[in-house]
């Protein structure tokens, strides 16, 4: 059991002051707008809860999340799987395991926007390795910027490219984890393979499991640098996701009171899935 | 070779191709890359690199990237280790409620902080500094370091600490003496996961700079949209920005899988 010691609070004072700046103070500024209404030469006055009623309302603000629910629910279905397949079949030990952890590393190390930079190369119709593959020699029909089902595509593809080293190297280090006892034991009695994995890896990689996918769903949810340098939300709105919306509203028209509204509601939004996944997660644990 | 090694093979040559590619035409000429498609670089030329390398505006990028980068990682590693010590060895009031407080930042979307955050840094008047994206880089990296650091912190045996303290350490004195050097692990795979966040994060260093902090990649978007699109320079430019990760990486290779495991990350 952990002592009783209140001095624990002057051991996180750094931390709580340092996180407290960053996060208090702009949170108000946001409740502090999004709760006015301005005619410009910085004349606020109060205007209630309306410009939440006014965004939860907008057919705009339903379709942004819409598609970021979509894109998440993308993004789980596929990386989740594919990392614990790629994590299974990795070697445990000698000389290509850190070769493989370095290399599937490398993808999260790039800056966001080289990331879109990358793969906007990457795909151009004519000169891009992958489009030029599509369009010339298998002969499909592909420009990201003329259709929304391939823009859609490759930024699923460009995320899965992204992080699912993440989830890999999560699940990974739950795998090594399991004694090699467990593994002789599960032999003796003649397991199959799904049942080794059913009753020994998938419950030892259930707590990275957890974090890997609270993980991913957060950041895919929040997603803003990597589609919007690689589509700019486009073609028409096809991609825009609800971060890039939001950008636009806050930073290109400058709508502080929407955006702020907006922003307050997204964050909610975050909040209470991210509570949720952790609780159900978790909830046999408890028990 | 055993049959499944082939998925970890694909997967790999899955992650490679997009790089390989960036890699092929930052060392191509403009004219070959606009004149059509090629697989290899026909006529090297090293042209890209050496404008990044001669113009201030590029390579003061990478400078300052590294700088902000660096104040970052030491701020939120050095202030996470006494807090995670607290988490894993103490009860006090409201520990729970404030270990989830932590993480709820890692949960808020950038944009949303984009414009309070100009309006805060520009107040106290660190707008255009590198200490200004170090702060609000902590954000998300404080909270990341605790959570990782408390996870090794909790797989040291208490029995450490109070053996210690009856063999007659202060406290300091057995802090940096003896529990630094047993999770020192640990503080690799924290310090590496502030870097790489820090590292790839945009909007708040893009937000909060103007000239004399701007980051690498914002250059790179500005050269992208006003020099008429230079795919080569792009290129080059992204080409440079995977290196300091790589070095990186290379450091804590023996850790990221053990650091893991041991943690309860």
Redesign the interface.
Known sequence: M???????????L???V??A???L???M??VNYSVQETFGDNVFFWHGLGWFEDILKSDRFQAALGRQAFFTFLILIIEVPLGV??AL???RKGFW??V???????????????VG???N??TLP?????G?FLN?VLGISYDMTQNPTAAWITVITMDV?HW??LV???C???L??IPDAYYQAAKIDGASNWSVFRYIQLPKMK??LT?AVLLRF?DS??V??EPF?LTGGGPGNSTTLL?ID??KI??GQFD?GP?AAM?LI??AI??FA?WLFYTLMTRNDVK | MRKRSIIPILYIAFLMLPIYWLVAMSFKTTQEILGGFSLFPQTWTLASYRTIFTDPTWYWGYINSIAYVTINTVISVTVALPAAYAFSRYRFLGDKQLFFWLLTNRMAPAAVFALPFFQLYSAVGLFDTYWAVALAHCLFNIPLAVWILEGFMGGVPKELDETAFVDGYSFPRFFLKIFLPTIKAGVGVAAFFCFMFSWVELLLAKTLTAVYAKPIAATMTKTASSAGYELGLLAAAGTLTIIPGAIVIWFVRNYIAKGFALGRV
């Open positions: 952990r002592k009783v010691n209140q001095k624990g609070w002057l051991f996180v750094p931390v709580v340092l996180v700046f960053n996060a103070i702009p949170m500024t946001v397949i790629i079949s990795m070697p395991v850190p493989c952890l370095v290399t599937m590393a490398l993808p999260m190390l790039i800056p966001w926007n080289v930079a990358m793969w190369i990457f004519d000169i891009g390795l992958l030029y010339h490219w699912t080293s890999v190297l999560l990974y280090a739950g090594v984890s707590q990275v974090i957060m949810f929040n803003y640098t340098v971060s939001l950008v806050a930073l502080l955006a922003s997204y964050f975050t909040l991210s």
